[in-house]
């Protein structure tokens, strides 16, 4: 199993270039189903979930070019695709539920894999099948499996969901394009990758809106045109290398990026007084000491995101006072705690409340990664350690940030797999 090895206290200098964001495109590659005519995505991130995507809609049966060198996927979908999603594509990645609701569309049935569990919470699908219920879809689970049927095809509906969820608001939305009549969502998740999905959905054909406060309507069509789409940047892995950068930078570069998507984040950083300068497709972050403390909250977008929870601890750890940090999305998203105490962390967990006692002077370790964002918290700490940790379980990390070692050693940073 590769492990990666991080030499701390290098200071880190020189420019790092953003992907395109995971989470945008796990929905806009569900997306292509629908269409039966070409599509083309460009600045697609090559991780391994957006790989696990291609598989299965390759198993679906659409056709897909991958040009690696250029970011670029060519996709060709079809009128004779399978209905079925298996449970080998779904158990690792989540995501792969949102073919449920363009396969029923477009199909009037499908058989998907309950996804698999998921450490950092239980992770339902509850709102995905109340939404898709909503739409006139009989919904049945057997053997693990979801079974949904809509013999006389999807109908526009009015549904408010009871709460926030991005999946289920991008099921909602990918089922209701094509349904009959008119659709009105209310209480919306509306974070920049569902934002990006539907201008991807518009450039599609799709005839769909934001109507105001999380609402969006939607009139269904049924034919879809040929695109292309640049997907839009990853502002988790932004925010991470702006951590980066604060807790080891002497001076980064960011690149193509637009600040303005991550106002909360940027107002919330730099009143724990990290050095930034926010140009319009750049951001350059200087070596910061004396950071202060600060207390947050995870919400949806716009509020503070959840996974960046993790990499900020890092950063209150070496801010003066104490901090705190309340989880409201998931309920078990503290695993990299009991690591970044190996480290030499002050934290303490109650409930949903992790108090961070800084600042602490961070000593290298062997650790364990157990998600995708609590691996690269502890890639974080471990670039602003003394000596040398050794991170075991890196696939986490493959799972949704591109090139990271590359990226991090272009700006001189000593790490390595082995
Ligand atoms: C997406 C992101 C993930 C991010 C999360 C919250 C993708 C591929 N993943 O995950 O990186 O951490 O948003 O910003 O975009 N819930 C239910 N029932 C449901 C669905 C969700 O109770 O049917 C709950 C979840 O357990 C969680 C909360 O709603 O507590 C929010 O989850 P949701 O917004 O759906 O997250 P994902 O779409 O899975």
């Not at 008119?182 to 809106?209: H, V």
């Amino acid at each position: 199993m590769q492990k990666l090895i991080i030499k701390g206290k290098k200071k880190l200098s020189g420019s790092i270039t953003i992907s395109g964001s995971k989470n945008a495109s796990l929905p806009i590659l569900a997306a292509t189903i629908l269409n039966n005519n070409k599509t083309t995505l460009k600045n697609v991130p090559f991780v391994k979930d957006v790989s696990t995507m291609i598989e299965l809609l390759k198993f679906v049966g659409l056709k897909i070019k991958a040009d690696l060198s250029k970011k670029k996927l060519i996709i060709y979908s079809n009128k004779n695709l399978k209905t079925i999603a298996p449970y080998k594509l779904l158990k690792t990645m989540r995501a792969g539920v949102l073919v449920l609701g363009p396969l029923l569309a477009k199909f009037k049935k499908a058989k998907v894999s309950l996804p698999g569990g998921c450490a950092i919470g239980t992770r339902p699908v509850n709102l995905h099948l109340f939404a898709l219920e909503k739409l006139g879809a009989k919904i049945k689970i057997k053997n693990g499996y979801i079974y949904a049927t809509a013999k006389n095809g999807l109908k526009g509906n009015k549904i408010r969901f009871p709460s926030i969820s991005v999946g289920a608001t991008e099921n909602a939305i990918l089922a209701a394009v094509s349904a009959k009549g008119e659709t009105i969502l209310s209480n919306c998740a509306i974070e920049p990758e569902i934002q990006d999905m539907i201008i991807f959905l518009k450039k599609m054909g799709c005839n769909i809106s934001f109507t105001g406060n999380r609402k969006i309507r939607i009139i269904g069509v049924k034919e879809f045109k040929p695109l292309d789409h640049e997907i839009i940047f990853d502002r988790i892995e932004l925010g991470t290398y702006i951590i980066a950068g604060a807790l080891a930078g002497n001076r980064i570069n960011i690149l193509k990026v637009q600040p303005t998507i991550i106002k909360t984040e940027l107002r919330l950083l730099k009143k724990m007084g990290v050095k930034m300068k926010v140009e319009k497709n750049k951001i350059t972050v200087f070596e910061t000491k004396n950071l202060k403390k600060i207390n947050i909250k995870t919400e949806p977008y716009p509020g503070f995101p959840t996974d960046l929870q993790a990499q900020i601890m890092v950063l209150m750890s070496k801010a003066k006072g104490v901090s705190k940090i309340k989880e409201e999305i998931f309920e078990n998203r503290f695993m990299h705690v009991p690591e970044l105490r190996r480290m030499g962390a002050k934290i303490t967990i109650k409930n949903n409340e992790a108090t961070i006692d800084g600042p602490v002077n961070l000593s290298g370790a062997e650790v364990m990664a157990t998600d995708l964002r609590a691996s690269v918290s502890l890639v974080l700490a471990a670039l602003a350690a003394d000596n040398r940790t050794i991170i075991n379980r890196v696939y986490h990390l493959d799972r949704g940030y591109e090139n990271l070692e590359r990226k991090l050693k272009n700006c001189k940073a000593n790490i390595q797999r082995v």
